[in-house]
C-alpha cells in the first residue's frame, strides 16, 4: 500500500508561480512512473504531467507545457509540479498518482494505483 499526500497549493493571482508537492508513504517511489493531474469544477479530471518508469521520460499537456516542470527526489520520496506563468484555466483540484505497471513510453496512459486526496489551487484574473 502507498498513501500519497499533496501540498502547496492555493490562491494566486495569474501570472505567479506555485509549487506543489507529493510526498509518498508505505512504497518508496523507486522506479514507478509518477504523474500528476487536475480536475475543474464541472470538468473531468485531466492529464497534467508523468514522470515515466526509471525517470526515462517526462511529459506534459500541451496546456502546461513550458510552463510546468516536474521532478522528483526518491532519496525524500516526493514529487514536484513547479508552475509557473500560471492562468485562471489552470484553476483545479490537483493530484499525484502513482502507477505500478511496467515501462512505457506514454506514462499519461497508465493505469495509475494510488493517489492523494488531491490539494486545491485557485488562480484569480
Known amino acids: 500500500q502507498a498513501q500519497l499526500v499533496e501540498s502547496g497549493g492555493g490562491l494566486v493571482q495569474a501570472g505567479d508561480s506555485l509549487r506543489l508537492s507529493c510526498t509518498a508513504s508505505?512504497?518508496?517511489?523507486?522506479?514507478?512512473?509518477l504523474g500528476w493531474f487536475r480536475q475543474a469544477p464541472g470538468k473531468e479530471r485531466e492529464f497534467v504531467a508523468a514522470?515515466?518508469?526509471?525517470?526515462?521520460?517526462?511529459v506534459y499537456a500541451d496546456s502546461v507545457k513550458g510552463r510546468f516542470t516536474t521532478s522528483k527526489d526518491n532519496a525524500k520520496n516526493t514529487m514536484y509540479l513547479q508552475m509557473n506563468s500560471l492562468k485562471p484555466e489552470d484553476t483545479a483540484v490537483y493530484y499525484c498518482?502513482?502507477?505500478?505497471?511496467?515501462?512505457?513510453?506514454?506514462?499519461?496512459?497508465?493505469?495509475?494505483?494510488?493517489w492523494g486526496p488531491g490539494t486545491q489551487v485557485t488562480v484569480s484574473s
Open positions: 498518482a502513482l502507477s505500478l505497471a511496467d515501462y512505457s513510453d506514454y506514462p499519461q496512459f497508465l493505469p495509475y494505483d494510488y
Open positions: 514522470i515515466g518508469w526509471g525517470g526515462l521520460r517526462k
Open positions: 508505505g512504497r518508496t517511489f523507486g522506479n514507478y512512473a
